[in-house]
């Protein structure tokens, strides 16, 4: 029986489970739309800005959320977070993209599935409206965000999945006091993605000052748990789009 208190504490920790998630890169063929007409270009962005539009009135209305940043580096050129109720949803919202006139200068790049997760190493109640706040967030409009997928080692030695739970609970501690360093800088959003993609993990960090992901991701790999179990995939980082800039990169 769960919660039995004279049993053994199971292996896995209870995790909540909020919105479900889809992280996703796009290149844009800049090639291809810049030999568009002028009136085929406006009509276009005017249309994915709608698109936009309708994701902004669901968000100012809390029922869902998204971000929409410029990728740096090679690794694509827009980076859109989806976050909504459902994974029905989320394929709607991707699918609906799809569909835009600007779909076809977007080649996707990178995609990561996964659900927003809270795991209770620490006690918390479920209720409270930091917790609530975490599983169904409204996404800050910061400057900068950073996305990575990680998993935690499962290796003879370094086994995250065959560690004793105190001993778990030790390292998460030590974990989430780092963390809690940059609460003023850094907003973190985990999402579990054990059974929808690739990695076991996905961690969303937002900032004003793009140097604080440089700061707790260097702090983090001394801590045990990452220094030990991390695993990492490919970093993906940002920088905001509003309306304007967004005019800006499709000039
Ligand atoms: O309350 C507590 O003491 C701990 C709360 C907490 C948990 C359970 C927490 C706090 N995290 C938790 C779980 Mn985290 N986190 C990461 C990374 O780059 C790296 O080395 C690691 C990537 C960062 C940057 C980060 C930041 N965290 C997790 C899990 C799931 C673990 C599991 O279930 O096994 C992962 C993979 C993970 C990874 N973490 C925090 C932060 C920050 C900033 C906090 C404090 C946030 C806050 O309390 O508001």
Redesign the pocket.
Known sequence: MPGAANEEQPKA?L?YEGWFSLHATYRINFQMWQSWTVTERKAALLEFKRFIADLEKEHEAHKSSYALYNASGEKGDLLLWILQPTLEEVNAVKTRLHKLKIAAVLEATSSFVSVI???N??QFDINHPRVQERLYPKIPRLRYMCFYP?S?KREQGDN?FMTDRAE?GRM??S??????K??DV?K?F?TGACGLDDW??G?T?MSDDVVQFKK??YE??F?EV?ARF?L?GSFTVGTLLDDQSLTALFA
Request: hydrophobic share 40%; aromatic share 14%.
């Open positions: 920790v995790t997760e809270v795991s190493y620490m990680m935690k995250w778990r998460m501690r974990h989430g006091q780092i963390g809690r940059y609460e850094i973190e985990t076991e993990w961690i960090l707790i991701v983090m790999r801590d990452s991390g990492f």
